[in-house]
């Protein structure tokens, strides 16, 4: 069974730094991994999708890498603000991680 | 816009009395997935449909059921809700369920039992 793993659970940072988030997992089939950000109480966002034969993705700020060999994915976040504290979830399909908590503080 | 729709977005129901959800979509995609996420845990799949094709997750409780009538609408139905069952639950579609796409969510249905 497909295990997916975020690490670290919470993080918090100033306004302005540069951020990694973590995602591990255990199957490196031909899978896509895709990352989102989910705001207290409501759905999941997309934020971007590394197809299995990609190694990352940018969009504006963000940078997803992956490695199927180490069966790992980051998110890296730059020039963080306050508008992108949330809960940020790594999934393969049908599997999600548990999340980072994201707080940037002003 | 085209998107995923999920009605209603809070449903409180009574112990033990049937409820369902809904969800549709415009994006005219193959496949439509419904996930349960309960306070602080990950989203966790329950059931998804290929087209027609219902495929359901091994540790899905048998109080859980879905139907898919056409390409547009999905419903899960919870038969006899219990206070465990109360979570919000997502729902999600792709294009062809290859693993290979990306997957879009609808802005969920919070599930209140009382």
């Known amino acids: ?106 | 816009d085209a998107m995923v729709i999920q009605n209603p977005r809070y449903q409180v129901t009574q112990f033990g009395k049937p409820v369902t959800l809904s969800c549709s979509q415009t994006l005219n995609h193959n496949v439509m997935y419904w996930y349960q996420q309960k306070s602080s845990q990950a989203p966790k799949l329950l059931f998804h449909y290929y087209d027609k094709d219902f495929n359901n997750e091994a540790d899905t409780p048998d109080n859980f059921q879905s139907r898919r009538p056409n390409t547009s609408f999905c419903f899960l139905d919870i038969r006899s809700p219990g206070l465990g069952d109360a979570a919000m639950y997502l729902c999600a579609t792709s294009r062809d369920g290859t693993g290979k796409e990306t997957q879009y969510f609808g802005p969920g249905t919070r599930l209140l039992v009382l």
């Not at chain 1, 971007?48 to 190694?55: A, E, M, P």
């Open chain 1, 1 to 106: 069974k497909q295990e997916v793993t975020q690490i670290p659970a919470a993080l918090s940072v100033p306004e302005g730094e540069n951020l990694v988030l973590n995602c591990s997992f255990t199957d490196s089939a031909i899978y896509n991994l895709q990352w989102f950000r989910q705001d207290p109480g409501k759905g999941l966002t997309s934020l971007l999708l590394i197809q299995s034969s990609q190694r990352e993705q940018t969009s504006g700020r963000l940078n997803a890498s992956l490695d199927k060999s180490s069966g790992r994915s980051t998110l890296y976040i730059a020039a963080s603000q306050p508008g992108d504290s949330a809960t940020y979830l790594c999934a393969r399909p049908g599997y999600f991680g548990t999340g980072t908590s994201l707080t940037v503080i002003p």
